[in-house]
């Protein structure tokens, strides 16, 4: 058991990596290629989760990934806004695999990559693109809120899950980012 758990998080962990990779260079071949990837991934992976909030985030991924397969002319825009939540997952995993006295840190650097990837830049995508451009975009927007309204709730999971003491850094640290938003 624990050694299909290390090699379904080494496929996250690539995937993930593979999702940066392509946020941050643009590239039309990993755009193209990885809801083929995502897809594979997660009908896979349906067979292993047992939480019901993990199965629904990757019906959800399923569901856009068939989307972008289905659309080729999808806009980058949204391929990159969708690729940019799973910059926190390395972090998560990190986590788990590090040794007690190195996960401090690593927590907090993944609640703020969460917040800032998962809640504040993809919440803002979500209202400043025209999704309407898109074919059947009632089935693309319905999926990108649904995914926003799951990473809602597993911050309002993470925070609840902290002590006090963190979570009043987590609400200075929010609130900091976004009174900083106007400023850049």
């Given at each position: ?9 080494s496929?996250?962990?690539?995937l993930?990596?593979w999702?940066?990779?392509?946020y941050v260079t643009?590239d ?11 897809l594979g ?22 569901i856009?990934?068939?989307?972008a397969i ?5 806009n ?7 690729f ?5 997952t ?11 006295a190195y996960t401090s840190?690593v927590?907090?650097?993944?609640v ?23 074919p059947?975009?009632g089935i ?15 911050f ?5 899950k902290t ?7 987590i ?7 976004l009174?900083l938003?106007?400023?850049?």
């Open positions: 058991m624990l050694q299909s758990k290390f090699i379904r998080d496929a996250t962990l690539s993930c990596l999702s940066i990779y392509a643009d039309e071949t990993s755009m193209f290629l990885l809801p083929y990837f995502f991934f997660f009908v896979v992976d349906f067979h292993f989760q047992t939480k019901i909030d993990f199965l629904v985030h990757h019906a959800i991924g399923a856009l990934s068939v989307y289905c659309v080729h002319d999808l980058n825009k949204i391929m990159k806004m969708v940019a939540v799973e910059m926190s390395p972090f998560l995993l990190a986590i788990m695999y590090l040794p007690e840190l927590k907090v650097l993944f703020c990559v969460f917040y800032i990837t998962r809640i504040e830049q993809y919440g803002a995508s979500l209202l400043q693109y025209d999704f309407y451009i898109y059947y975009y693309l927007l319905t999926a990108l809120w649904a995914l926003f309204a799951t990473n809602l709730y597993w309002a999971l993470i925070v609840k002590s006090s003491k963190t979570r009043i850094a609400g200075l640290f929010a609130f900091a980012s009174y938003h106007y400023f850049y």
